[in-house]
């Protein structure tokens, strides 16, 4: 399901507009500007009970290696997003 689809299917299951559907998907979802993003970036964990939680992870810097060349490359530290399912979603999905 893409952003289209989404703001669709929201706009299907409540009485919102398409673009009453499109602000509030940008609200959440936003890169810039977002509810999650912003957490985010300000070291905030978001837990939604039940269906799961969004969350940083930070990497060290480490040494690796150029798999082409076999020379050893310095790797920068880096922040990355991570989601981890929540146990009710996780239950209903079957997995």
């Not at 602000?23 to 977002?34: I, P, Q, T």
């Not at 969350?55 to 790797?75: D, H, L, S």
């Not at 399912?85 to 239950?91: H, P, Q, S």
């Amino acid at each position: 399901m893409n952003k289209a689809e989404l703001v669709s299917a929201l706009s299907s299951a409540t009485d919102m507009s398409r673009a009453e559907a499109t602000r509030a998907v940008d609200a959440l979802f936003g890169v810039e500007n977002g509810i999650i993003a912003t957490a985010l970036r300000n070291g905030d964990k978001v837990q939604i009970t039940g269906f799961g939680s969004f969350e940083t992870k930070k990497r060290e810097a480490r040494k690796g290696r150029n798999p082409r060349t076999g020379k050893e490359i310095n790797i920068a530290a880096s922040t990355s997003a991570a989601f981890r399912i929540g146990k009710r979603l996780k239950d209903a999905l079957g997995a």
